[in-house]
């Protein structure tokens, strides 16, 4: 078990670094898989680096001994994590503007922090990018 708490501190790394109504958290995504798999990872897993590509792989590679509810669970949180991941990778190209015009950016580097204190003009599509990549 004590691998299965070790899971959601590496998600919220995943979190912390830069990637929605159409994904769910980090965390939950990680307390889905601890709920849902605990029992398969402790027994399937054990030795395995759980970030979320090799636990996949682990959970894949061993889906004839796990739960079938591990399965289930596991593909829906692993799928959120990649939409969540492929999100975050948006934000920078759509906020480029705002980036550049309103915080002071030299246009390539995202001012995150700046954008998300609210100045006026942001554009609905950064606003989208920024609450799809979890951010709000």
Do not use: H, W
């Not at 975050?88 to 954008?115: F, H, N, Q, Y």
Request: hydrophobic letters at 40%; one cysteine or more.
């Amino acid at each position: 078990m004590k691998a299965v708490r070790s899971i959601l501190p590496i998600f919220l790394m995943l979190a912390s670094s830069a990637q929605a109504q159409t994904t769910i958290k980090f965390e939950e995504s990680a307390a889905l898989l601890g709920a849902s798999c605990g029992k398969d990872i402790d027994a399937n897993c054990r030795g395995v680096n759980l970030d979320s590509t090799r636990l996949k792989e682990c959970l894949t590679r061993n889906q004839d001994t796990v739960s079938p509810q591990c399965r289930t669970d596991s593909a829906r949180a692993f799928d959120a994590i990649q939409k969540r991941v492929a999100a975050r990778g948006k934000v920078a190209k759509a906020c480029e503007r705002e980036s550049a015009k309103l915080c002071g950016g030299d246009g390539k580097t995202l001012m995150l922090d700046c954008i998300l204190a609210g100045p006026k003009g942001v554009s609905a599509n950064c606003t989208k990018a920024i609450n799809e990549a979890g951010y709000r």
